[in-house]
Each structure stands twice: as structure tokens, then as C-alpha cells.
């Protein structure tokens, strides 16, 4: 079955270093993935999409990238701030739903940025 | 960016009785929305996807007589759990899409039930 995994362990970093997290997924072969932010008791605002045929995306202090062959995208903030901390997920369109574009998330990986 | 609101935001009722969730998008004709359910620590679980003037495709597992989806127009759409129980509380989060755009969704603040 598809599956999506996300450290479930929280990420803490202090101020001004650079947060990592990672997004495995298995029995999928997406056309693109998706980031999300996530805070508590709110619903997820959308940060970044990568298509399959990209490598890499930026946007300000995020950047992600895409490695379909180890089927993973990791998910960098440069620079951390405490305003970052967040729960963030993982997206991905399922395989069969090409026309209906539901998405299947990650459990999210929280993020604790120390000042 | 495109907002969708969700009324009410929380809503807490007894055992039995049935519960309204609104979904809206704001700036932006919706052809397709979707409701989400999230339980404490968990990710987002997709209940159903419905488009504009038919009838909601339910995911599988979800019963679609207890969680009655209407999409009656291009901005509103309404989740409505009915015979609410204990285990039905839960956070429930709609998004929505338009057919110009075959990527993003956006998502609503969510609303959270809880059930006496």
C-alpha cells in the first residue's frame, strides 16, 4: 500500500541553524510532492510544491528537494527562527486519484526552534 | 492567496444530535472541495471529495449517511455529522480547489468537535 513517513520525533534546533526534515514515501511514483505548515489547532497553509522532474526548489529560507530514485524529499530551513516552529507535512496526490487530486498526507514532524 | 473559512470554528453538543461544519472559499470559485479529519498527533485523513453540483465521492470507511456532504454551489460546501457520538470528536478541516488549478488546494482553519 502507499505510504508516507515522517520523523515523528520532534526536531529541536536552536535559532539561526538549519532544520532538515525528511519525507520517505513507498509505493508511489507522484507527480509532484507538497510542504505544509501546520499550527496547533489550525489547518495547513501550503509552503512549496516540487514537481517529479525537479530537483530542487526555493523559496526564501526554504528550500526543498526531490530524489525520486530514493523516493524522499527533504525540507530545509535556513536560518531558523522561533517564529518557524510549526508542525510540518508532507503531501503527496494519490496515485489513483489523478482526477480527483485528494492528497495524502505525512503525520508531520514537529519543529521547536530555540531562541 | 485564496481563504477559505470554516464556521464554526468550534462547536461542542451532546450525544445524538447532528452538527453542521461550513466550508467557504472566499475569493474564489471552488469546483472541488475536500474534508479532512485529524485526530490529536496525527496527520489529516481524507474522508470525501466533492464537486460542485453532485453527488461527494466518500473515501473508503467513512460512511456517507453519518457524514452528509452537500456542495450545493461554487463557494459553499457543508459537512454535517449526524447522530454525533464521543468517538466522532475530532478536528475536521475542509480545502478547496479550482479547476484552473490542477495543484493547490488551500485549506480552512478547521473546526473542532467534541462530542459529550
Known amino acids: 500500500s502507499q505510504k508516507i513517513e515522517q520523523n515523528s520525533e520532534a526536531l529541536n534546533i536552536q535559532e539561526g541553524k538549519t532544520a532538515t526534515l525528511t519525507c520517505n514515501y513507498t509505493?508511489?511514483?507522484?507527480?509532484?510532492l507538497q510542504w505544509y505548515r501546520q499550527d496547533p489547532g489550525r489547518g495547513p497553509v501550503f509552503l512549496l510544491l516540487i514537481r517529479e522532474n525537479e530537483k530542487e526548489k526555493r523559496k526564501e529560507r526554504l528550500k526543498v528537494t526531490f530524489d525520486t530514485t530514493l523516493k524522499q524529499s527533504l525540507f530545509h530551513i535556513t536560518a531558523s527562527q522561533p517564529a518557524d516552529s510549526a508542525t510540518y507535512l508532507c503531501?503527496?496526490?494519490?496515485?489513483?486519484?489523478?482526477?480527483?487530486?485528494?492528497?495524502?498526507f505525512g503525520s508531520g514532524t514537529r519543529l521547536q526552534v530555540q531562541p | 492567496g485564496a481563504v477559505v473559512s470554516q464556521h464554526p470554528s468550534w462547536v461542542i453538543c451532546k450525544s445524538g444530535t447532528s452538527v453542521k461544519i461550513e466550508c467557504r472559499s472566499l475569493d474564489f470559485q471552488a469546483t472541488t472541495m475536500f474534508w479532512y479529519r485529524q485526530f490529536p498527533k496525527q496527520s489529516l485523513m481524507l474522508m470525501a471529495t466533492?464537486?460542485?453540483?453532485?453527488?461527494?465521492?466518500?473515501e473508503q470507511g467513512v460512511e456517507k449517511d453519518k457524514f452528509l456532504i452537500n456542495h450545493a454551489s461554487l463557494t459553499l460546501s457543508t459537512l454535517t455529522v449526524t447522530s454525533a457520538h464521543p468517538e466522532d470528536s475530532s478536528f475536521y478541516i475542509c480545502?478547496?480547489?479550482?479547476?484552473?488549478?490542477?495543484?493547490?488546494?488551500?485549506f480552512g482553519p478547521g473546526t473542532r468537535l467534541l462530542v459529550l
Open positions: 509505493n508511489y511514483s507522484p507527480a509532484y
Open positions: 480545502s478547496a480547489a479550482w479547476s484552473g488549478d490542477q495543484e493547490t488546494q488551500y
Open positions: 466533492s464537486n460542485e453540483g453532485s453527488k461527494a465521492t466518500y
Open positions: 503531501a503527496l496526490r494519490r496515485l489513483r486519484d489523478t482526477g480527483r487530486r485528494a492528497l495524502t
